[in-house]
């Protein structure tokens, strides 16, 4: 299978929007149900932190691959079924135009060719897939092999919206793309707004913040100016939820009625945080998610307080 024919396994964003869910049905709330998030598998990485040489010291990833493919299993084992299984970026180490880049996303989608044909995979660019500072060619290289780098989609009454959080970071390269996504954001955030869907939830890579919103500014976060208008954006709109990775540690914080939950990485740890993921349960009421470690989702699956509330109707 050629690099091109493998990509377009995952080229499930199209047209803005996520074929698995085009339903009219999904837009109607039907009961609570829950998705799964990760982040940063990141292939690469944790040979290049080891060295100390994250520039150009990613050329092995095998406890990676392991690693992803302890979460597929983990995920795929869960009964019932996620309606989703969403990856918050940085799906691979290298950045574009650089060693191995072609290698590592090739391993990553043989690993995620695995995930169950019923758990729909969600992927979210970050500044290893598309650069730190992006340009129309490396956002071009993301839509050719994973798909769309915004788009939105509903499942069961919920809307959710999928953002490329390099464009808040470093859009010096591509403003008119940038342009783009804040037109298309500002029609998405007019339906949350008007109250069309039970709840509103994004994902992106980079958080707004990791504690407080007035936290300095930092490699981890959007800076100041750009996180308080975003957040006072999707405030306006009603959107509850904003999950991100990046930080490769769980963290996280509250804005008026908005959660910011930065979730740790399946890969490289930077902090005492385990290998893992999130589960997240969404109610009529409310979201809520709690972080597994990858052995702990492996072998008990989800508690039972979080199985209760997805039999309350």
């Not at 109607?28 to 100390?52: H, N, R, V």
């Not at 930092?218 to 009603?238: C, H, I, P, T, W």
């Not at 910011?260 to 009421?285: N, P, W, Y």
């Not at 597994?292 to 039999?311: N, Q, T, V």
Request: negative net charge; aromatic residues 10%; proline residues 4%.
């Amino acid at each position: 299978m050629s690099a091109a024919e493998a990509g377009s396994v995952f080229h499930r964003a199209r047209g803005r929007t996520l074929d698995a869910f085009s339903s009219e049905k999904e837009r109607e709330w039907k009961g609570p149900f829950y998705f799964i998030q990760g982040a940063d598998p990141q292939f690469g990485l944790m040979k290049a932190w080891s060295t100390g040489d994250c520039d150009s010291g990613g050329d092995e990833w095998g406890l990676e691959i392991r690693l992803t493919e302890q979460a597929v299993q983990a995920v795929n084992k869960l009964n019932p079924k996620p309606r989703f299984f969403v990856l918050c970026g940085d799906l691979v180490h290298a950045m574009p135009g650089t060693p191995w880049r072609k290698e590592q996303t090739e391993d990553l989608q043989r690993v995620l060719r695995t995930v169950d044909g019923e758990i729909p995979l969600v992927l979210v660019s970050g500044n290893h897939d598309v650069g730190n500072v992006p340009t129309p060619e490396t956002i071009a290289e993301f839509q050719r092999t994973w798909g769309d780098d915004y788009f939105s989609f509903w499942v069961g009454g919920v809307l959710f919206l999928i953002l490329n959080s390099q464009f808040l970071y470093d859009a010096s390269m591509c403003p008119t793309l940038k342009q783009a996504q804040d037109q298309w954001l500002d029609q998405q955030l007019s339906v949350a707004r008007q109250q069309k869907c039970q709840h509103a939830i994004v994902f992106q890579h980079i958080p707004l913040f990791l504690q407080s919103i007035d936290e300095d500014d930092d490699y981890f976060n959007l800076a100041k100016l750009v996180r308080k208008e975003m957040a006072d954006k999707f405030s306006q709109a009603g959107i509850k939820a904003v999950f991100s990775g990046h930080y490769h540690r769980n963290a996280g914080g509250t804005y008026q009625d908005l959660d910011m939950v930065v979730s740790s990485a399946i890969g490289c740890q930077l902090g005492k945080d385990t290998h893992g993921l999130r589960v997240v349960v969404v109610t009529a009421k409310k979201i809520v998610h709690r972080y597994y470690s990858l052995d702990e989702l492996s072998e008990k699956g989800i508690e039972d307080d979080l199985m209760d509330l997805l039999k309350k109707k």
